[in-house]
Structures are given as C-alpha cells and as structure tokens.
C-alpha cells in the first residue's frame, strides 16, 4: 500500500463530505517537557508534528497542554492544530491544610504519606480513583479525545487511550505499591473504557488481550515513526560540538535511556568490565537520558567495578546532541528488560546506526533481522554482542544497510496518517479503502528487507 494512494483516496473522501463540518479531535498532552516521561514524551510529540503536516486532512486538532507550560508543542504545531491549557488540579482538603500550617506542613505531609502506605499495605486497602472530568473536556468542542499518556480523565467523549505497556504485571518488583495500585486501576480502566486502544506493537497488543481481556478487534496496532526524523539535522559543527562539549572517545557505544531499573544498566556495566577483563577489550560506553531514583545505585554500581574512566552518563541531552551522539557511535547497544516499543532501535534505524538489542517483548518484532539480538538476564550474552559489534565491520555495515532499509516501515508520516484514520473511524466518519488497510494492517507482520547475505553473522546465540 503506497502514500499515493492513500493521498489520493484522502482527498477524494474529503471533496466527497464537500462543506461538513470539520471533525474536531483533542488530544491530551498533559506532560511536561524534559525527559521525565521518556518515551511517551517522544511519542507525543512526535504524534502532534506529523499529523499537524498532512496535507490533505481536514481535521482540527486541539492540544491540551499542561497547566504549568501548556505552550511547550508550540512549535511543533501545524496549521490545524491549537493549544489550550489544561485545567489545574484542584487542591483537596490536606493541601489547604498544608498551606494553613507553615512550617508544619512537611511533617503533616509525611505523616499522610505514611497512612497512604499503611492503607495500600493493608488487606482491605483503598485503591485509587479514575479523575473525572468537571466539564472542562466536554467544553473543548471536540467530537474525540485521544490519551496518548498512560493518564486519562473519565469524560463524556469517545476516548482512543494508548496504555503504551503493562510493564507492572511483569516486573512489579521495579515498582512501589502506590505505582502498581495506580497503574493497574488507571490502565485497565482506560481499556476497559475506551471506544480504541492503539498499541505500538503486537507484543503489547496481545499483552492487553491476555491481562485484562480486551476483544482484539477493539485493539489497533500502530508502529511509533523515528522522533529524530523531528530534529534539526546533524552537521560537520553539530557533530565537532558534541564531540567537544561531551569529550567523546573516537570510539564508542551509545545507550540512551532514562537510569530505569528495567532499562538494565548494572547489567550493562557489568558486561563492559567482563570484555576488559576477560578479552582484554576496552569498549567506551556513553549513556544519555535523565537520572532518576535508581541513578544512586547505578553509579554505585559503576565506581565498584572502576569502569568510570570507561562509561560515561551525560543525564538529558537535547535533540540536536542526541541526534549527533548517533552518528559518532560506533553501534548502540539495548539491554532493556521491557519495551513497549522500542525508540532507540528507530532511532539509530533512522541514524544508520548498527543495533545491538535484547530478544524479549517488542524489541524483536521492530527490529526484525536489521538488529544483532542477545539475552538481556544474561551477562556473557550481552558481553559477547557488544565483542561482535565492536570488532566485527561487516556485521555493522550488514546491521547498517538492513536497519536503512527497514527504517521505511516506521515513518512519522505513516503514524499519523493510521492515527487520523483512527480518530474518524472512532467519530463515525467514512474511510477510504486505503485507510481501512492502514488500520487492518501490522506493517511489522511481513516486511522482509530485500538482501540475504550475511545471514549468519546476524545470529547473535543466546547464551
């Protein structure tokens, strides 16, 4: 199925409703800027961009940004596209009291805290609350609401919800007891209540299906596009700048995550001193993405093993410096433990960067046979790719020319053209066959990259 007929279907569709009514989609980007939401940041981002570039639609969209910085997709903006801000929060009878008490009030709140925990623990504990809406949702003028965080507010509207993952039914451990009990209340009831529930992979699809029982034909699966295909892009100064500012090795392997304990860095780490150990091989590591709780233990972690001359955490860097760091790595290495989707192997697809990545959750399905795939519980598995991958340069030009290739199927322009088809299906407009397919259709189902040399230096083993 090719764009042109898509684009021609589109705009026979829209010359067919002729003066009707536009259809007015929300979508909530109640996020903040920075890093902290990680990939659902990207992903929203990503999403308001490309469909705010379609040529041929005739929706509004209405993008509501947080209260604190509602503004920060401004410039990300089309021309159908305007920003509202999102209500504040209004405070409940402990914060007027906190505000009452003065000095008083940090004691107070960790007293509430303390009882928040004893009723979560306890057996008959409380569980959270869907927010519901006081109107503010309703008085948007909007025919849809899309969710595209894990967050989403009961309302009168049909809502299309992107749960992203069910990590906390697989790892609760990495999770306290008020997370899980958050997530598990949130998430299935955002199911649940949605009229669609897009996916970013199969993976999560059938996770849905098997967790909370969802129909599969109520579940759309939707691959993400590449964010970098969104930034500036990368010059002979953007690369010096970097290598300046970061005092980046000539060599080096890139791993940009937030310090997550599922993102699996000790793990990592301990792979990088097995190699200098055992093979005598020195691999710099350079790892981006905010520090956050579990960033002590990983720099703990990092001193015991004496790698710090070795490894290198720059925390947040910019989309310009993300972009650059790409194209100066050697290969990017992916030791995830979970992944709804997986943005960095997309990322370095769209980079032309060779992946090393984990062989568990959808790590696979997106990278297909364009990544050199290990055991992420197993650290002579990880040590091993990361030996291949730095030594081997016909295994990185091999990895290189597939990911190009295969870096076609994960399109920002192919996203937002299978989320608009969703927002009218869900309103009740009329599809074109094309988008029919669109939504019919999992991209990563079939696709073969067209070259089959060198198959077997893409078997990575699992051992």
Known sequence: MGDEMINSESKKLVRKLGSAKPLKVAIDAQLLPGGGAGGVEQFTMGLVHALGRLSDSSEEYIIVGPWQEPAWLESYLGPNQHIVSGPKPQRGHMERAQSLLGPLRRSVGELWQGVQRFVLQSPRRSLPRVP????????????????????FVRCNLPMIYSPH????LHYPQFFTQEQIAWRETIYRAGCLQARAIAAESQYVKDDIIRQYGIDARQIYVIPHGSPTELYDPTTDKTLMDATQKFRLPQSFALYPAQTWQHKNHVRLLEATKLLRDRHGLSVNLVCTGRQNDFWPTIEERMCELELEEQVRFLGFVGPTELRALYHLARFVVLPSLFEGGGFPVLEAFQERTPVACSAVTSLPEYGGDAVLLFDPTSVESIAEAMRRMNSDAKLRATLRRRGTARSRIFSCKRLAKAYRALYRQVAGCPLSAGEHRLLADNPLDNYQVADDDAEAALCAGLG
């Open 132 to 151: 519901e809406s006081e109107g503010f949702y309703e008085s948007l003028g909007a025919s849809i609401i899309h969710f595209p965080r894990q967050g």
């Open 165 to 168: 993952d069910l990590q906390h």
